[in-house]
């Protein structure tokens, strides 16, 4: 692990939950993922934690249907100390179901609103969205309605590691500019690339302290 870097050596699932009383204690800061189905989420956050099946991957969409709890704890060495952290990483349902019905879809949602409404903790949401494929309107529904929220919101393309580095930045232009998004609000990531799992780690741990500060 590289010096003053952040790096998360420890993960492991806690619960599931839907509804706020099944929220795991003690409380800690919370950063949740979220993104259409079959965005590669499963398999992003096994690559952050370095955990293989950690997170179920499936190719059936749907499949997560719960609010899934996992608590992480990060390190990083400097010369003068070692720090510690630690922190909830929440897998949420996708957005955009493509086998559901409707009243799984209505129930669903409903209480992915209501976590994203009222968690006090929630310090970050990472909006995953594949980075081969055109913006979808769900995508940026989900993205306006979470910034009305208040809620801060970094978008992750995933599989940049299925394009060429050209047509990869390509893509990232064109995501910047639909979503008017700065440099700092927007990261193409591949489970391939050991930096870019510790650059998400680093810009993770830094909204976390941001929004530790903010609720002091």
Avoid at 57 to 77: C, E, H, I, M
Avoid at 111 to 132: H, K, M, S, T, W
Wanted: aromatic share 8%.
């Amino acid at each position: 692990m590289a010096k003053e870097h952040w790096d998360v050596i420890r993960a492991e699932f806690v619960t599931s939950a839907v509804r706020a009383e099944q929220y795991p204690k003690p409380y800690l800061p919370e950063v949740a993922f979220i993104g259409r189905s079959n965005v590669g989420k499963s398999s992003l956050i096994n690559s952050v934690c370095r955990r293989n099946g950690l997170a179920r991957v499936s190719s059936t969409p749907g499949k997560t249907q719960t609010l899934n709890f996992y608590r992480l704890d990060a390190k990083r060495t400097t010369e003068q100390s070692e720090d510690r952290a630690q922190f909830y990483l929440v897998d949420l349902p996708g957005y955009g179901f493509a086998r559901t019905n409707r009243k799984n879809k209505e129930q669903w949602s409903g209480f992915i609103r209501n976590y994203l409404e009222g968690a006090p903790n929630l310090a970050l949401v990472c909006q995953l969205i594949d980075i081969r494929h055109n913006l979808m309107e769900s995508d940026i529904e989900a993205y306006n309605w979470m910034l009305e929220c208040g809620l801060d919101v970094h978008v992750v393309l995933t599989k940049a590691d299925k394009l060429g580095k050209n047509v990869a930045l390509s893509q990232v232009a064109a995501f910047k500019k639909a979503l008017n998004l700065t440099e700092e609000q927007i990261t193409a990531y591949s489970v391939l690339q050991p930096v870019m799992r510790l650059d998400l780690i680093n810009l993770i741990m830094k909204r976390l302290e941001m929004h530790s500060e903010a609720t002091v």
